[in-house]
């Protein structure tokens, strides 16, 4: 069963940047889809970036041109280099895992990391 940690979370003015890690126990990408949500205080938890087993990356919104994220499969962790921070990003970010089946993420397999803060002040 799959395992994340996240890290790097920390508090950072407007227009800064900070870079997520997720440490996961997972030894070949290429088996599953990786991603990160986040929950703002009052908001629902909402999806901000994946990337799937063949490398593709996609983006919300919100995050496109300002996020990117990466993964080192030799140390099995995954990045979210977040830039141009703004206090709307402030959040708890969580790192997610799903299984890929038949070529597509299987929700129903996704797993969740503890979490880690971002604070983003103006």
């Known amino acids: 069963q799959v395992q994340l940690m996240e890290s790097g979370g920390g508090s950072v003015q407007a227009g800064g940047s900070l870079r997520l890690s997720c440490d996961a126990s997972?030894?070949?990408?290429?088996?599953?889809?990786m991603g990160w949500f986040r929950r703002a205080p009052g908001k629902e938890r909402e999806w901000v970036a994946g990337?799937?087993?063949?490398?593709?990356?996609r983006y919300a919104g919100s995050v496109e041109g300002r996020f990117s994220i990466s993964q080192d499969s030799a140390s099995n962790t995954l990045y979210l280099q977040m830039n141009s921070l703004r206090s709307t990003d402030t959040a708890t970010y969580y790192c997610?895992?799903?299984?890929?089946?038949?070529?597509?993420?299987?929700?129903?397999?996704?797993?969740w990391g503890q979490g880690t803060q971002v604070t983003v002040s103006s």
């Open positions: 990337i799937d087993g063949a490398g593709e990356t």
């Open positions: 997610v895992a799903e299984i890929v089946r038949a070529g597509r993420c299987d929700v129903q397999s996704r797993r």
């Open positions: 997972v030894y070949t990408y290429r088996l599953y889809c």
